[in-house]
């Protein structure tokens, strides 16, 4: 049920490519339909896409909780504006560097990593959440501290006819496409097979030869390199940077899309940056919204929390979960209700991720 | 001689307020260690829950003119309340679930909250006045800050009531055994899953109490209680996270190193968080357990 | 009269059917034994009646339907459950685990006259009640398991593999006591064991379990003289 097999041809082409030629129609659709404001926000959601590509692969498969992954997007974003402000790099040089920078960091956090499973991992995550902005502010020197850095707006090269946010849009698109594809090929290989059987099980995965410790930090890097990338093009597309932005709330943000897009599901990462970065927006426009002397608006929190128990209760593998289920509705109504099942859904079923398993008896264990 | 004096008068003063602050953390700790040994998930919403109990208390003082000893005392059976609601309504539809769903639902709670407490008191920081008198007294030598002096004396009095509950009552007793054997307990007529309220009600309470002994020193604004959340963490999992007794005395080294480390640091202040980060990482590598853990805290 | 009755009860863990339809009855006052294999559904006998797994059927204690109820309102009517392992409450203390046992009960003075009764079955009790109950040996474990069970004040008791992993002379000494509890007490015991000779000396009545059925039930002493009996579950 899970995507092990995907790459069983027949269902690769229902599951892949009819939504990603959907997804390319929309792609090119939205520029030219929207309003510069609007284009920007839908730049912001690619960067958002490509950290939750990366985190989905390591919370979603890998089943490492990291709370921590706006620490990676804090190096990319850095690294770029470092390098394009200090020595003046063109900008579009520093994005794989970025990603790079933050993969090392990556491994290097995976390593310590590997002794920490479950609740304890969240919580060491979460210091490092929290720690990123303070060690910001504290070298000032070198990162500008409070006041930020600023850099000089990216413009359309090649004398492209297209506004700064129309080329953003698609400059951020094209990173995401590009590393949507080893993100989807990585799932359905060797490695993603490893990396889920780590998740529903180490001993078994243990007994069955994979090399834990490697393919968890891997998990790791390769994680961090998608986050770096994106924070690289978060510091490009706001042509801004500063240690604020690197708060608690991001790396949150980035656990509630991997989540409510759906952990472990391969489109789950795009329809989670949507709602990542639309949900405030909408937050914000619902301004007008009074109960009494409250007014709910610009307060995204109180709406992502209730969005992320709503889905936890009635549908944990997430949006893409909820749009699998309609999808095979759909085709169960259209085959009419007598046909037999054939077995095999078409889309690739997103499964809601287990971690360690609770204990069942405790009892037992302590004596 | 007079400057090496200076030194330790300083270094003294260091220590009694690390442990005033050690005592905050190791309040929250003993919170989150209840949860935590009830049901094996950390509660990130746990400072959340403090800080709103907190703004309760501003609201009391401030809007209700209640005296603050009143206010307090009744803010901790609000807060009480709350928990007991918040595990009925948000965290009883997911009990048994994956340790991963868990956590997902109590950040989900740290985000409602906060953005609560946001909607209704705003990001302005607010002071919160102290019950204890600004000035200092001089104990053998050394001039310590009777604030400090109160902090402590407080949670030493909430440090007292909560091992004696747990200790010397029935319910206490009963708390203890669903939280460690929850099936042997259910045999015996125990209704666990109420028991599980009370101990979120009871972490509630006593982070009520963290909350409101802090907000005096770092100004009342909903996003107060994450350092402190974050050194509560260091706290327990230094103390052993299973252990209530640990989880104070490892908030008392959390708060008396990070005092240190404040002062004698180049950049000090920036770096108590990323100190916190080290002291959760470093235990958690070279003793999982932790000072006072007995568990071994694998689990597959 | 029938204290418990079950009839029809079946249970699943999952996709496995670990019951395949029990029917068995329990006097009161008597000792009855549940007998058989390792996997022949003895403990999911107990843990249906108790409430800790899902079952069909129908399950009678005193008058009442306890199918499906939760364990701790099984409990409340009157049903102590040593379970595998024996439930011991390690972290807490010998007395603790004792008061644990009494944690229904409100008539604090009979609790009290309670707890000197069984510490007169149990006489190593008072000299060890401060200590953890992890540092007691497997027979002392046991032997407070059924305490901790006997504060409960039960009408039922429901005793899974009492002798697993003891000696046989500790295992002698506990059977001889829960026989002396029943006669003295009347007390109603519900016993699921392995060891066949053993569980046959204490009980009254038998019945006899492979992979989820009834098999064989009758009086003790014919089920210990029967053929298949013997060859399968005495081994003579």
């Known amino acids: ?367 | 001689m007079l400057l090496a004096a200076s030194v330790i008068q300083s270094f003294a003063q260091q220590v009694v307020s690390g442990v005033a602050s050690g005592a905050i953390y190791a309040s929250l700790a003993l919170a989150l260690v209840l949860i935590y040994r009830a049901m094996d998930v950390a509660n990130f919403a746990q400072g959340e829950m403090a800080m709103f109990a907190t703004f309760v208390a501003y609201t009391l003082i401030t809007q209700f003119h209640l005296p603050y000893l009143l206010a307090f005392v009744l803010t901790i059976l609000l807060a009480f309340a709350g928990g007991v609601i918040v595990e009925r309504a948000f965290v009883r539809p997911f009990e048994g679930a994956p340790v991963l769903t868990l956590v997902i639902v109590t950040l989900a709670l740290f985000s409602i909250v906060n953005g609560l407490a946001g909607l209704i008191w705003g990001y302005v920081f607010k002071t919160f006045d102290s019950p204890f008198p600004a000035r200092s007294v001089q104990v053998g030598g050394v001039f310590v800050g009777i604030q400090d002096l109160g902090v402590i004396a407080v949670t030493l009095v909430v440090l007292a009531v909560v091992f004696s509950f747990f200790r010397y009552t029935r319910l206490g007793l009963a708390m203890r055994a669903a939280a460690l054997y929850p099936e042997s307990s259910r045999l015996l007529g125990v209704r666990t899953s109420r028991m599980l309220a009370l101990g979120w009600g009871l972490a509630a309470a006593v982070g009520a109490v963290s909350g409101m002994m802090v907000a005096p020193i770092v100004f009342l604004d909903p996003n107060m209680m994450q350092p402190v959340l974050l050194f509560a963490f260091a706290a327990a999992v230094l103390g052993g996270i299973e252990s209530p007794v640990g989880s104070v005395i490892g908030g008392v080294i959390v708060g008396v190193l990070l005092a240190l480390v404040g002062t004698y640091l180049p950049g000090g202040q920036n770096l108590r968080i990323p100190f916190g980060l080290i002291v959760i990482v470093a235990v958690l590598l070279f003793r999982p357990a932790g000072l006072f853990g007995r568990r071994e805290m694998k689990r597959v | 009269m029938v204290l418990l009755e079950l009839t029809q009860v079946v249970a699943t863990y999952g996709p496995v059917r670990a019951l395949h339809g029990i029917d068995a009855q329990v006097p009161e006052g008597s000792i009855v034994a549940l007998l058989g294999a390792n996997g022949a559904g003895k403990t999911t006998t107990l843990r249906a009646i108790s409430g800790m797994v899902k079952a069909t059927g129908r399950i009678r204690f005193d008058g009442h339907e306890v199918l499906n109820r939760r364990p701790e309102d099984v409990a409340r009517l009157g049903v102590a459950h040593v379970p595998e392992g024996r439930g011991t409450l390690a972290q807490l203390t010998v007395w603790e685990n004792l008061q644990m046992g009494a944690y229904i009960r409100r008539d604090r003075n009979r609790v009290k006259q309670d707890l000197d009764r069984v510490c007169g079955y149990f006489p190593w009790i008072p000299q060890r009640r401060r200590q953890p109950a992890a540092l007691l040996s497997g027979g002392e474990q046991q032997m407070l398991a059924i305490a901790r069970a006997l504060m409960l004040r039960p009408r039922l008791l429901l005793l899974d593999e009492p002798s697993l992993g003891l000696a046989p002379i500790v295992v002698r000494e506990i059977f001889d006591l829960i026989q002396a509890i029943n006669r003295e007490e009347g007390l109603t015991v519900l016993v699921v064991e392995q060891n066949a000779s053993l569980a046959l000396q204490l009980a009254r009545r038998a019945y006899v379990l492979e992979v989820g059925r009834v098999v064989l039930e009758g009086e003790s002493d014919e089920l210990a003289r029967n053929e298949s009996v013997r060859k399968s579950y005495l081994g003579y």
């Not at chain 1, 059987?197 to 007994?207: K, N, Q, V």
């Open chain 1, 1 to 367: 049920m899970t995507a092990t097999g995907a790459l069983n041809s027949s269902r690769l082409r229902a599951s892949t490519i009819f939504p990603a030629l959907v997804a390319l129609v929309v792609l090119f659709g939205i520029p030219l339909t929207t309003d510069s404001f609007q284009t920007f926000q839908f730049a912001n959601v690619a960067v958002f896409v490509v950290a939750i590509l990366g985190l989905n692969l390591l919370t979603g498969y890998s089943g490492q909780i990291s709370l921590g992954n706006g620490a990676f997007m804090a190096i990319g974003g850095y690294t770029t504006a470092l390098l394009v402000a200090r020595l003046g790099v063109p900008y579009a040089l520093t994005i794989p560097l970025s990603g790079l920078l933050a993969a090392a960091a990556g491994v290097m956090i995976g390593i310590p990593a590997l002794r920490l499973r479950g609740i304890y991992l969240a919580l060491a995550t979460f210091a490092l959440a929290l720690a990123v902005t303070p060690v910001l502010n504290n070298f000032d020197s070198f990162t500008g501290g409070h006041a930020g850095l600023n850099l000089n707006p990216a413009a359309p090269p090649f004398g492209l006819d297209l506004s700064n946010e129309q080329w953003l849009y698609f400059l951020c698109w094209a990173v995401a496409a590009i590393l949507f594809l080893p993100a989807r090929l990585l799932i359905g290989s060797r490695t993603g097979r490893a990396w889920m059987a780590i998740r529903d099980g180490e001993t078994a995965a243990t007994a069955n030869g994979i090399s834990i410790s490697f393919y968890k930090t891997l998990a790791f890097g390769i994680s961090a390199f998608y986050a770096g990338v994106a924070g690289s093009l978060q510091a490009v597309v706001l042509a801004y940077i500063n240690p604020d932005s690197y708060s608690l709330t991001l790396s949150l943000s980035l656990l509630i899309g991997a989540v409510v897009g759906g952990l472990g599901s391969v489109w789950g990462p795009v329809l989670g940056g949507l709602v990542v970065v639309w949900l405030p927006y909408l937050a914000e426009r619902a301004a007008g919204l009074h109960l009494g002397p409250l007014s709910f608006g610009g307060k995204p929190d109180i709406g992502f929390g209730i969005l992320l128990l709503v889905l936890m209760y009635f549908a944990p593998a997430g949006l893409a979960g909820l749009a699998g289920r309609a999808w095979r509705w759909y085709r169960r109504l259209r085959r009419g209700s007598g046909g037999p099942a054939d077995g095999e859904s078409e889309m690739v079923e997103p499964e809601p991720v287990e971690t360690a398993e609770r204990q069942v008896e405790p009892d037992q264990m302590s004596t």
